[in-house]
């Protein structure tokens, strides 16, 4: 069975507050925070510090406020085309929010999830840092049960069972000066 189920308001609280959570994605179920409690997600994986994490939302626009002007239009043009979905974007940020998820450059990874429950999480709670619900170098978890198995005592996203998920992780590319990279293959092909 699992515990610590809340429904999208209580765990929306209880992020704000400084907590973490997990919640399902189309990819793979998502440990999460706050962006400014964001270093207790580094610990409890047991990642490494220099392994960026990706700001999720519920929207592009809710994303793109952070985005340097230079990246916006190339950027908006993929996540068009791709978001909600298993496209993570990596852009650089302006000002030092990018702190918070990267000690190794003034970029991020951007991501709408296709998953609504996911969304409606997001939009109730604004942007969150994300990342797989494993500890570093361990299979990501698949569901609700082994999410609470891996992480015992996070508050969990209700209703459980979960809708099920892909179960692989989303593309990652980068922008860089107008030009692509892919950085990790993943769900999406991109054409």
Excluded at 33 to 42: A, D, F, L, T
Excluded at 60 to 67: C, H, K, P, S, Y
Excluded at 107 to 114: C, I, N
Excluded at 139 to 148: G, H, N, R, T, Y
Aim: charged share 20%.
């Amino acid at each position: 069975m699992v515990r610590d189920q809340f429904e999208i308001s209580d765990l929306a609280l209880k992020l704000k507050k400084g907590s973490l959570a997990l919640f399902p994605t189309d990819t793979l179920p998502a440990l999460c925070s706050c962006p400014k409690y964001s270093k207790q997600i580094w610990n409890i994986k047991k990642r490494p510090s220099n392994k960026p994490l990706i700001l999720m939302g519920g929207s592009l626009e809710d994303l793109f406020e952070f985005v340097e002007p230079c990246a916006i239009e190339d950027g908006l043009e993929l996540a068009k085309i791709y978001w909600p979905g298993a496209l993570t974007i990596v852009l650089p940020t302006i000002g030092n929010f990018s702190s918070y998820l990267n000690s190794n450059s003034n970029s991020l990874g951007f991501r709408v999830p296709a998953l609504k429950l996911a969304r409606d999480l997001l939009r109730k709670t604004g942007p969150l840092a994300t990342t797989s619900a494993n500890i570093s170098g361990k299979s990501p978890v698949q569901d609700a049960l082994e999410a609470s198995i891996q992480f015992p005592g996070i508050p969990i996203l209700a209703p459980v069972p979960w809708p099920s998920c892909s179960g692989m992780a989303s593309t990652v590319v980068e922008w860089n000066k107008g030009k692509w990279n892919l950085l990790r293959a993943g769900s999406v092909i991109l054409n």
